[in-house]
C-alpha cells in the first residue's frame, strides 16, 4: 500500500486529503519509506528536512481539518538543491561550495512553502548545474531508475530520479538549456520550461535570457498546480512577469488545431526508438483531432551549438571559472570542460557573432511554426548516456553517428535560445534500453496554455504515462 501512496498524483492526493481519507502525516511516511528502498541505489536526493517536512505535514492535516487547505497543502515536494533555502546548506554539487550556507530562499521555494507544499527533500544536480547528466565529486552518480546504468539526465536530474521512483509527487528544476525538460524525458515525467521571466529566479542569473525555473510532475495537470503556484512577479527578479496566465486543471481539446511535427530539426541524429515514438505520439493528436502537419527546420546543429557555447561563454561557463578561482582542481572534468569550451567559443566569435547566430535560430523557429498553433519534436535525439561518464574524453554514438560533444543530441538548447517560447515535456514512450523518450510540445511565444492543452490531450488519449503502473521496476 505505501508504494500505491507514492504513485498518487498530486491532484489525487489533494482530493483524499480533502475528502479526509488520506493524511499528509501519512503520505509523507510513504515517500520517506520509498527513499529508503531506492536511494542507495539511485541517489536522486542530497538531503532530507525531516523536521520541517514533519512540521509542514501536520500543520497540512489541521488545515485540512478546519477547511484553511492552500493550493499544495500536504504535497510532499522535492526541491532541486541548486535553489536554495535561508540558513540552509547550498552546495552547488561541488567541492568548492562544500561549507557554503544560503543567505536567503529562492521565490520558487517561498511560493511552494507558502502555498502549503512539504518540501521535504533537496535533489541532486551535477556541479553548478552545467551538465546534461547528474553526478560530482560531492554527491557521487545519480542514476536513471528505469535502468539504472543511464543517467537520470541533467541538471534537474535529482529531481527526474524523485518523481520517477516514488519519492515525491511534485518537484522544482531550472533549465538553461534543457536542464528541466531532459530529465523529464529520460525519467518519464512532465516538465515544463516557462517562457523567460514568467518564473522568477535569482540575481544574477535572472538576467540570463536562457535561464528559466519551472515545475515537474507526473501528470500534465499536476504540473499545471504547481506552475499557477510559482509563476509571477517577485521583487528580487526584475524581469519577471506580473499577472501570469492562470492554467486551467482541465483544458479544453485539440480538435481542429494545427500542429507542426519536427522528428528532425537539421542535421541532429535521433535514434529509431526515438522517431518511432515521436511519430506515434503525432497519431496520437491526429486521433484527438489536431491537423499534424510534417515541416522541415533546416537548422545545422553547428549553429545552435555555437550560438549556446557563445551565450554561455560570457556568462554560465564565467561563472564557473569564477567560482573555481585559484582552485580548478577541485572542479569535475565536465565543468571544467565546460568552462573551457565555452569560454573559447565566447573568445572565438564574441557577443555579436553570437547574438546573429540567436536570431537566426529564432526566425528559423518561427518560420516553422507560421500557421501552426505548436511544434511537436523530440526532446532528445538519443535513448540515454551512460550514468557516471562525463563525455570529455568519450563520445556519445546516436543514430550511427559519433557525437563531438553529447549535447549535440539534445534538442532542447533551441528553446533556450528561443527562449520567449513555453516548452512542456511529455513522455512519448519506452526506449529498446526500456528508458523513457519525451517530445517537446513548443507553444507561441508567451501562449503558454497551448502546450498544456495539447499535453493534455495526448495524456487523454494515451493513457498510460499517468497510470500508477508507469513506473520503473527499481
Known amino acids: 500500500?505505501?508504494?500505491?501512496?507514492?504513485?498518487?498524483?498530486?491532484?489525487?492526493?489533494?482530493?483524499?486529503?480533502?475528502?479526509?481519507?488520506?493524511?499528509?502525516?501519512?503520505?509523507?511516511?510513504?515517500?520517506?519509506?520509498?527513499?529508503?528502498?531506492?536511494?542507495?541505489?539511485?541517489?536522486?536526493?542530497?538531503?532530507?528536512?525531516?523536521?520541517?517536512?514533519y512540521a509542514a505535514a501536520r500543520e497540512a492535516e489541521r488545515r485540512y481539518a478546519d477547511g484553511t487547505a492552500r493550493p499544495l497543502e500536504g504535497l510532499p515536494i522535492a526541491i532541486k538543491e541548486e535553489q536554495p533555502i535561508l540558513g540552509e546548506s547550498w552546495q552547488l554539487g561541488s567541492l568548492?561550495?562544500?561549507?557554503?550556507?544560503?543567505?536567503?530562499?529562492?521565490?520558487?521555494?517561498?511560493?511552494?512553502?507558502?502555498?502549503?507544499?512539504?518540501?521535504?527533500?533537496?535533489?541532486?544536480?551535477?556541479?553548478?548545474?552545467?551538465?546534461?547528466?547528474?553526478?560530482?565529486?560531492?554527491?557521487?552518480?545519480?542514476?536513471?531508475?528505469?535502468?539504472?546504468?543511464?543517467?537520470?539526465?541533467?541538471?534537474?536530474?535529482?529531481?527526474?530520479?524523485?518523481?520517477?521512483?516514488?519519492?515525491?509527487?511534485?518537484?522544482?528544476?531550472?533549465?538553461?538549456?534543457?536542464?528541466?525538460?531532459?530529465?523529464?524525458?529520460?525519467?518519464?515525467?512532465?516538465?515544463?520550461?516557462?517562457?523567460?521571466?514568467?518564473?522568477?529566479?535569482?540575481?544574477?542569473?535572472?538576467?540570463?535570457?536562457?535561464?528559466?525555473?519551472?515545475p515537474m510532475g507526473r501528470t500534465v495537470a499536476d504540473v499545471v498546480l504547481l506552475q499557477n503556484v510559482i509563476a509571477g512577479a517577485h521583487p528580487l527578479d526584475h524581469s519577471s512577469m506580473p499577472n501570469p496566465p492562470v492554467l486551467p486543471s482541465v483544458p479544453e481539446g485539440i480538435a481542429g488545431m494545427r500542429i507542426a511535427l519536427a522528428v528532425h530539426i537539421g542535421d541532429v541524429p535521433v535514434?529509431?526508438?526515438?522517431?518511432?515514438?515521436?511519430?506515434?505520439?503525432?497519431?496520437?493528436?491526429?486521433?484527438?483531432?489536431?491537423?499534424?502537419?510534417?515541416?522541415?527546420?533546416?537548422?545545422?546543429?553547428?549553429?545552435?551549438?555555437?550560438?549556446?557555447?557563445?551565450?554561455?561563454?560570457?556568462?554560465?561557463?564565467a561563472s564557473v571559472t569564477a567560482a573555481a578561482g585559484d582552485r580548478p582542481d577541485l572542479l569535475t572534468d565536465y565543468a571544467a570542460d565546460f568552462a573551457e569550451r565555452s569560454g573559447a567559443a565566447f573568445a572565438a566569435h564574441g557577443t555579436y557573432a553570437g547574438l546573429e547566430m540567436e536570431s537566426t535560430v529564432q526566425a528559423v523557429i518561427a518560420s516553422a511554426m507560421d500557421g501552426y498553433d505548436a511544434l511537436v519534436c523530440p526532446t532528445v535525439g538519443s535513448i540515454g548516456w551512460l550514468a557516471g561518464v562525463s563525455y570529455v574524453d568519450e563520445h556519445l554514438t546516436v543514430a550511427g553517428e559519433v557525437l563531438e560533444n553529447y549535447f549535440e543530441a539534445?534538442?532542447?538548447?533551441?528553446?533556450?535560445?528561443?527562449?520567449?517560447?513555453?516548452?512542456?515535456?511529455?513522455?512519448?514512450?519506452?526506449?529498446?534500453?526500456?528508458?523513457?523518450?519525451?517530445v517537446q510540445i513548443v507553444g507561441r511565444t508567451y501562449d503558454d496554455a497551448t502546450p498544456f492543452r495539447i499535453g493534455a490531450a495526448a495524456e487523454h488519449e494515451l493513457g498510460w504515462w499517468r497510470d500508477p503502473s508507469w513506473r520503473p521496476a527499481t
Open 96 to 214: 568548492l561550495l562544500e561549507d557554503q550556507v544560503a543567505p536567503l530562499t529562492h521565490p520558487v521555494v517561498e511560493r511552494v512553502l507558502a502555498a502549503g507544499g512539504v518540501a521535504h527533500v533537496r535533489t541532486a544536480t551535477p556541479e553548478f548545474s552545467c551538465a546534461g547528466f547528474t553526478h560530482s565529486r560531492l554527491w557521487g552518480i545519480s542514476r536513471n531508475p528505469w535502468n539504472t546504468e543511464i543517467s537520470c539526465g541533467g541538471s534537474s536530474g535529482g529531481s527526474g530520479a524523485s518523481l520517477a521512483s516514488g519519492t515525491s509527487l511534485l518537484a522544482t528544476g531550472s533549465d538553461i538549456g534543457g536542464s528541466i525538460r531532459i530529465p523529464a524525458s529520460v525519467n518519464g515525467v512532465v516538465g515544463f520550461k516557462p517562457p523567460q521571466g514568467r518564473v522568477p529566479t535569482l540575481p544574477p542569473f535572472h538576467l540570463d535570457l536562457y535561464n528559466h525555473e519551472g
Open 410 to 438: 539534445a534538442f532542447t538548447p533551441l528553446f533556450n535560445i528561443a527562449s520567449r517560447h513555453p516548452v512542456l515535456n511529455v513522455p512519448s514512450g519506452l526506449a529498446s534500453n526500456g528508458v523513457p523518450t519525451g
Open 1 to 53: 500500500m505505501s508504494d500505491e501512496l507514492c504513485y498518487l498524483g498530486a491532484m489525487e492526493a489533494v482530493s483524499a486529503f480533502t475528502a479526509r481519507t488520506l493524511s499528509p502525516v501519512e503520505l509523507l511516511d510513504a515517500v520517506y519509506a520509498r527513499a529508503d528502498v531506492v536511494e542507495p541505489t539511485l541517489h536522486a536526493i542530497t538531503a532530507r528536512r525531516r523536521d520541517q517536512a
Open 271 to 317: 535514434d529509431d526508438d526515438v522517431e518511432i515514438n515521436t511519430r506515434a505520439f503525432a497519431d496520437a493528436l491526429r486521433a484527438a483531432g489536431a491537423m499534424v502537419v510534417e515541416v522541415p527546420v533546416e537548422l545545422p546543429r553547428s549553429v545552435w551549438m555555437t550560438a549556446a557555447m557563445v551565450h554561455f561563454g560570457a556568462i554560465f561557463g
